[in-house]
């Protein structure tokens, strides 16, 4: 496949994306309008993602690694309170906040990346 194509391929996806979360955003505020273009969007509607919610990173030498046993604890770089990052096929796409649903964890959305943002993160 072309670049151009794939590329064409990859703007279709994130346009067609984004008119999902559109109305999902809309569907919170009490309207849910219909997409224009609903049929392609059925088509992928049972395609599943992976969605990763990520709590911090830290770097480490192979000696501290090592080190590390049951009860370590290790610092990550993302402060308490900071927003979570929430990444969907390992594409960041939102932030949000940890909470507890029926004893297990969750994560309330925050914002949303935008589409522009998200393209230019695809390069």
Known sequence: MADNDLEKEI????????????????AQKGSLPRPSNSGTLDMIMDVTL?????VGRARMTIQDLLQLGQG???????LAGEPL????NGKPVAHGEAVIVNEKFGVRIQDIITLKDRIEGLA
């Open 85 to 88: 990052d929430i990444y969907v």
């Open 50 to 54: 992976q969605v990763t919610v990520e």
């Open 11 to 26: 703007e279709e996806v994130a346009l067609a994306a984004e008119e999902v979360v559109d109305a999902a955003t809309e």
């Open 72 to 78: 370590s604890i290790m610092e990550l770089q993302k």
